[in-house]
């Protein structure tokens, strides 16, 4: 899923897939593309080696792709599976603080107040059943905290 934000300048585009987003932030394309590419690797692994668990094991799966330095500030990543036997999550969102984040193709960085609604139903994706919704604790990144620090927030859309 790469092309997920529109550029809002050329010197701080947010970052371009909602699995990258909620991983690792949003550095630069090389470095978001490689996330992506991590992403696929380990989706393709856990196919090939039979992988049975929960959405929360599933998605604990993809932090070994994360390539910003963490920070010690707990977040949470939201995996929602499209279907029960999928691997990879068709979408991701971060959860820090009060807030989900989240962005979709074309789309900017969104937010919307954490709740067990917005968990299910990020601000930009589909509502899920709360049986395809996976979570996982974790760390941001200091990509994600630079993002965050500088954002300004219009109609809880990010604006640079």
């Known amino acids: 899923m790469t092309g997920h934000f529109r550029a809002h300048t050329l010197q701080h585009p947010p970052p371009n897939s909602c699995r990258v987003w ?13 996330v ?20 929360d094991t599933r998605g604990q799966q993809f932090k070994q792709c ?4 963490q920070v010690a500030i707990p977040c949470v990543i939201h995996g929602e599976f499209g279907y029960p036997g999928d691997l990879t999550p068709t979408h991701m969102c971060l959860e820090y603080g009060a807030w989900i984040y989240d962005t ?3 789309a900017p960085l969104r937010r919307k107040v954490a709740t067990p609604a917005s968990r299910i139903h990020p601000p930009s994706a589909y509502q899920y059943h709360p ?12 990509s994600h905290l630079a993002i965050l620090e500088r954002a300004v ?8």
Do not use: C, K
Request: hydrophobic share 40%.
């Open 22 to 34: 909620a991983l690792d932030g949003w550095v630069n394309d090389t470095l978001s593309s490689a």
């Open 66 to 69: 994360r390539i910003s330095p």
């Open 104 to 106: 979709i193709p074309g």
């Open 131 to 142: 049986n395809q919704v996976g979570g996982a604790s974790w760390y941001l990144s200091a």
């Open 153 to 160: 927030w219009v109609n809880n859309e990010f604006m640079p």
């Open 36 to 55: 992506n590419n991590e992403i696929s690797d380990v989706g393709n692994g856990l196919l090939l080696n039979g992988f049975v668990g929960s959405h």
